[in-house]
């Protein structure tokens, strides 16, 4: 298979939101059921607000089974003007970046804007693993910080989905909840 050009008008421009659930409880019956705390929902709604003043349209969502990572993106949709259903999976609550990367292929070509909502590590190794190299300057500093929860990396595609693999993307944006 030949990779798509970049300059290929034929490959639409994609972005890949990579989104760290908001902070959760210490503690629950489960790990998998774990909730939110208040300060996790509020930066769910932020990020959300961020992502929709910034222009960001997702047309489809991954997103793992786990409680909070089902209430993060909740409440993200809430805060933009429309927003897809989420395919909720139980593979990626527990998924490696590789794993993750595995599901981005498969997704279907016509979606051009995809917010995949997990877990660290896989969240923050993904998002390293895909950068290209040449990020912009500011999010590739806030990147370099950590990955805390409530945390998106905006990552734009210049392949197909099927195409996407390490260093496969270009670091365009980096939002981290204050304080």
Do not use: C, I, K
Request: glycine share 6%; proline share 7%; hydrophobic share 45%.
């Amino acid at each position: 298979m030949t990779p798509s050009s970049p300059d290929d008008p034929a490959v639409r421009r994609r972005l890949l939101v990579v989104l760290r659930h908001g902070r959760a409880e210490s503690f629950a019956e489960e790990d998998h059921v774990r909730r939110l705390t208040a300060r996790g929902r509020r930066d769910a709604t932020a990020v959300g607000e961020w992502l929709s003043g910034a222009g960001v349209r997702p047309d489809a969502a991954l997103v793992s089974s786990a409680a909070r990572t089902r209430e993060t993106w909740d409440l993200l949709a809430a805060a933009l003007p429309e927003a897809p259903e989420a395919q909720v999976r139980d593979d990626l609550y527990s998924a490696s970046a590789d794993t993750v990367l595995d599901v981005l292929r498969a997704v279907p070509d016509d979606v051009t804007t995809l917010v995949y909502v997990g877990h660290n590590p896989a969240v923050a190794s993904l998002a390293q693993a895909l950068e290209d190299g040449e990020p912009d300057v500011e999010a590739f500093v806030a990147l370099s910080r950590g990955f805390p929860p409530g945390a998106a990396a905006v990552l734009q595609v210049p392949v197909a989905w099927s195409e996407l693999d390490a260093a496969g993307a270009r670091l365009a944006d980096f939002h981290a909840p204050a304080g």
